[in-house]
């Protein structure tokens, strides 16, 4: 049998909520016989945006908001002896505001 490396990228504004679905991703990868091994999650350093905002449109330009978005990612890994893993993870419902992709390496 040939090894199968699956990546599994996650991003999310809200950090608690990207916890969760990394435990759930790693309850249901928990019952699989066929992995080999499975690395993460792993996290990412927070990339923040700040935005600048004037209050007023004609005066006091002095007068600002400020506001920053910040966003969250982790990274898993799962080195695998079978394809069926695949058609689980794209099952499992994850709570919204987290953005998944996978990929398949050989």
Request: aromatic share 6%; proline share 4%; net charge positive.
């Amino acid at each position: 049998m040939h090894k199968e490396k699956i990546r599994i990228i996650l991003q999310s504004f809200n950090h608690t909520i990207l916890k969760e679905a990394c435990k759930n991703i790693l309850d249901v990868l928990a019952n699989e016989e066929s992995i080999e091994k499975i690395a993460g999650p792993v996290s990412f350093p927070t990339k923040k945006r700040s935005y600048c905002v004037l209050r007023s449109p004609h005066v006091n330009k002095d007068s600002r908001e400020q506001f920053e978005i910040r966003r969250y990612k982790k990274i898993i890994d799962i080195h695998s002896s079978s394809k069926e893993i695949i058609n689980n993870l794209l099952i499992l419902e994850l709570s919204p505001g987290v953005s998944t992709e996978l990929f398949s390496y050989k």
